[in-house]
């Protein structure tokens, strides 16, 4: 639906069969949907905001409290090397290229490389696991947090059985439990993943 209003707005002119489509909308759509594509078509905010306001606001914030923000470059901490991280835990620049020690960036430039990521990279390969339409908000964040913590491709990938077939099942209630396992046991990160985990789950569970 989202991409349909923004080739309208792109290219309406006023012909017979977009006027006759715009009546339509204006019976069968929610209001707020058609103020918000209204805006667009004037201009009012850009094309791409309207791109960032379908992110899940919760798993940006909640991101952001376990990534923190760093304007300076530096190893991952996870493997004490590679890749090498800034920002809010982005490790490659707009154009794909690296970052080096060394490497700053602004405050802005931090959240637009948070965004884009979420945007381009995380966002549609989670709207491919079966039932995300069907997510609320804070389900969605839970798994967008989740996903760039863990990976984009998380979903039916290696050794990440057991939430890909939590998920594909849409046994909701068994998410949690199935987030909480993938906190690297053992590890120098355990703790910090183990909240993690839990306040994923616990948004999750949370009502809409």
């Given at each position: ?48 905001q309207y791109d960032y306001d379908n992110i899940p606001k919760v798993g940006v914030d ?147």
């Amino acid at each position: 639906m989202t991409m349909k209003f923004k080739d309208a707005a792109f290219w309406y002119n006023q012909e017979s069969h977009q006027m006759d489509a715009w009546d339509y909308l204006q019976e069968h759509v929610d209001v707020s949907v058609l103020e918000h594509f209204t805006k667009i078509y004037r201009k009012e905010v850009s094309i791409h905001q309207y791109d960032y306001d379908n992110i899940p606001k919760v798993g940006v914030d909640l991101i952001k409290k376990y990534e923190g923000c760093k304007l300076k470059a530096y190893y991952d901490p996870g493997t004490g090397g590679l890749p090498i991280t800034i920002g809010w835990g982005s490790t490659s620049r707009m154009n794909g290229q690296p970052f080096r020690i060394g490497d700053t960036i602004t405050q802005e430039e931090a959240d637009k490389l948070l965004y884009e990521s979420l945007l381009k990279k995380y966002l549609p390969q989670l709207e491919r696991i079966p039932h995300w339409e069907n997510m609320n908000d804070n389900q969605r964040g839970a798994l967008l947090s989740f996903a760039y913590n863990l990976g984009a491709y998380f979903y039916g990938g290696a050794n990440f059985e057991t939430i890909t077939r939590v998920l594909k099942n849409g046994e909701w209630n068994k998410v949690p439990d199935a987030l909480y396992l993938y906190r690297n046991p053992g590890s120098r990160v355990e703790e910090g993943l183990r909240k993690r985990r839990i306040e994923e789950g616990n948004l999750w569970s949370k009502s809409a």
